[in-house]
């Protein structure tokens, strides 16, 4: 695909700003302009303009419908489609679109997660139009970005409080911006870029299996001779197959605007990766959610699914979401940009520090917007971040926070050439430190790197989370020097106390050793390893207070959101235990018998023929499948009993644990003792396309 074709459909499906300065009348236009530019709300006169033109627009695009495209807390997108068709009184009728249907829908909101702030009667909730990310067409619809809330007006999405905190880091981090000197800047936006991991499997075989179907994961299936230990899919040649996928992918992707930039294969067999260019984070949020769509969408077309599941399989690495999170001001600054001197730029050592204060005050809610039954798998391993919250700055960074912590000036050192030993190689610069992939929260040249998302999760939650702790210090902050009378003295004073009193959370080792969950121990950082232990912070009454002062959360939105991901963590392991329970008792116990029939058979045939009697190694086999055969009947009626158990608990804490605790340990049991018999069966009385079909067959 050539620039110019790539020119062409960039953005085509997109009701962007050139398609509103083209069809708006220009009165019209510089009204929602500066509305979008400012986050005030949009002037109602206007409304019915916008949607005649949207509409317009649309029809010409091939749309007979429009939709609210919203995010409720289900972790996917929802949508109710209209036709733009309005009788006209003749028994004919008319494309319509008024600026009403635009501003505000009415979906039906009892179906939807609310954890317990809506009764099933209660079904009204409204679509709200979010003029801040663009409108698009997809699949003959107008989809219109908006919010989620209930009729008493509280957020039932990801977006609203997604956009509220943009609001409370935006108004903190302006009030700094302006204390030093900055009186052009008019508003500071955080900004995100998600890289976004999946795996790609056959569909056939992906359909022969009942645990990829309804769960996303095997829950059983041995290890293949050859995983990922050669590290030859790493940035390997890309296969055919995937690569057509790709190109379809790019471009859906850059029709709705998307910035996908990047592609590659990952560590493990069939898991690749796609990152975009950063943009405006709630934008980005959109973004990711349609990149998922259309992952599967198109994944499907080419005879492949996409698993966006956390660790699909068990021993082989499993797929995250890397969150690159910074802040820019409107004039085009990026505050967490180092410059040429960096212990010489000031503000960005402010922001660096707020940043600093802000993840080691608040190391829980990072934690929590990272918590899914599916990323539970995958924290901790060596393929991923550990369970840990910490920072890793790299040498030059840290080193400057230590020198005015210790009150002495810093020397910032010239960028070193690197020379690579021969001549043919143009030197270049090195970056002021290395990268470090063990980090969950990483400093990478002008942004912050949170490394800790499954590859599922909405980046919403963790952006969410970011931008309110980090509007809370930037608050304290600018309190403190809207009252100093010597602001270099105060700045400088601020960066050292924050250093010092938070410089535990700054790390730069190797974040997978047993030695640094001991030390992380030592200096008082949580480790906490799994979704219940998570989620038990939130509601706490200093995060209750921090949201409630910011205007992110009120109590009641906050308490709804931990019971509901509780709530989630047990049904996703519900409906894995019933899974694995059907698989076993319907399938891998009648094959293990067949097994053992067929070696018996075998074994009688041998004797009949030869009048040989069984040797060891067959007794053996049949003895030790036919013991495997009476663990799994054993284990999978204990499972079933744990199941009620949780399934009879009221409290949804306590169901969550007995869960982890109790379900998720047989259910692990029983996946070792099926391993087991894989690995003694014959291939062709196996019920299951195996992990090396899943991993290696595209």
Not at 6 to 31: A, C, Q, W
């Amino acid at each position: 695909m050539g620039k110019s074709v790539i020119n062409e459909i960039f953005g085509s499906n997109v009701f962007d700003d050139t398609v509103m300065k083209e069809r708006l009348p220009k009165d019209t236009y510089e009204l929602l302009k500066n509305a979008i530019v400012s986050g005030n709300a949009i002037d109602s006169s206007i409304s019915n303009i916008v949607a005649s033109a949207m509409k317009d627009w649309a029809i010409e695009k091939g749309a007979t419908h429009f939709t609210h495209w919203f995010q409720p807390m289900t972790g996917i997108t929802a949508e109710k489609h209209d036709s733009f068709i309005a009788p006209t009184g003749n028994g004919n009728v008319i494309m319509d679109f008024s600026g009403k249907e635009l501003i505000k829908g009415e979906p039906d909101a009892s179906s939807f997660p609310s954890g317990g702030l809506r009764a099933t009667f209660e079904a009204r909730g409204y679509t709200a139009w979010d003029p801040s990310s663009f409108a698009f067409v997809k699949d003959n619809t107008l989809c219109i970005p908006t919010a989620f809330c209930s009729f008493g007006g509280e957020a039932l999405d990801q977006k609203t409080p997604l956009l509220r905190s943009m609001d409370a880091v935006g108004k903190q981090a302006l009030r700094i911006v302006k204390l030093f000197g900055m009186e052009d800047v008019t508003s500071v936006r955080t900004t995100a870029g998600p890289e976004q991991e999946y795996f790609l499997v056959d569909k056939a075989l992906f359909n022969k299996r009942p645990d990829l179907i309804y769960c996303g994961r095997t829950l059983t299936g041995s290890v293949p001779p050859k995983g990922q230990e050669m590290n030859d899919h790493y940035f390997g040649v890309i296969k055919p197959r995937v690569a057509a996928f790709m190109q379809e992918l790019d471009e859906e992707l850059w029709k709705l605007g998307v910035f996908a930039k990047t592609e590659h294969n990952e560590a493990a067999p069939a898991q690749h990766e796609l990152a975009p260019i950063f943009t405006t984070t709630n934008i980005a949020a959109d973004h990711n959610q349609l990149t998922m769509e259309l992952m599967k969408k198109i994944a499907d077309k080419h005879g492949l699914v996409c698993l966006l599941h956390e660790k699909p399989f068990k021993g082989v690495n499993g797929s995250g979401k890397h969150n690159n999170w910074s802040l820019a001001t409107n004039t085009g600054i990026n505050l967490l940009n180092p410059g040429k001197n960096p212990s010489e730029n000031l503000i960005f050592l402010l922001c660096l520090a707020g940043v600093i204060k802000a993840v080691d005050q608040h190391q829980d809610l990072l934690r929590i917007s990272v918590a899914t039954a599916g990323n539970d798998h995958r924290l901790g391993g060596a393929e991923a971040p550990p369970a840990i919250v910490s920072m890793y700055l790299g040498d030059e960074l840290t080193s400057i926070l230590e020198d005015i912590e210790k009150g002495i000036h810093h020397d910032d050192k010239m960028k070193a050439t690197m020379n690579v030993g021969t001549d043919v190689i143009p030197m270049f610069k090195k970056d002021n430190s290395d990268r470090n992939r063990t980090s969950p929260f990483a400093f990478t040249g002008n942004k912050f790197e949170f490394r800790m998302l499954g590859s599922s999760s909405s980046i919403s939650d963790t952006n969410v989370m970011l931008n309110t702790i980090t509007a809370d210090v930037f608050c304290d902050f600018a309190n403190r020097l809207e009252k100093s009378t010597d602001f270099k003295s105060e700045v400088l004073a601020i960066i050292r106390e924050s250093v010092s009193e938070h410089k535990r959370i700054i790390f730069n080792g190797d974040g997978y050793s047993n030695e640094w969950k001991e030390e992380a121990k030592k200096r008082g950082l949580l480790n906490l390893k799994s979704t219940p232990d998570a989620i038990s912070f939130l509601c706490n009454d200093r995060n209750i207070d921090m949201f409630e002062r910011h205007g992110v959360f009120s109590e009641t939105e906050l308490r709804c959101r931990a019971e509901i991901s509780l709530e989630n963590y047990s049904k996703v392991l519900h409906i894995e235990a019933l899974t694995l329970y059907e698989m076993v008792r319907r399938d891998i116990m009648p094959s293990v018998s067949k097994a053992v029939l067929s070696f018996c058979k075998t074994a009688e045939k041998k004797k009949q023929a030869l009048g040989i009697e069984p040797s060891f190694a067959e007794k053996d086999i049949i003895s030790s499948l036919s013991s495997c055969y009476d663990k799994l009947f054993e284990l999978t009626n204990s499972l079933d009993k744990t199941v009620q158990e949780a399934q009879n608990t009221n409290d949804v804490g306590r169901r969550a644990v007995i869960y982890r605790e109790n379900v998720l340990d047989t259910m692990e049991k029983i996946r070792d003792i099926s391993d087991k018999s894989e690995t003694l069966m014959p291939r062709d009385i196996w019920p299951y396309p195996t992990y090396g079909d899943l991993l290696f067959k595209i």
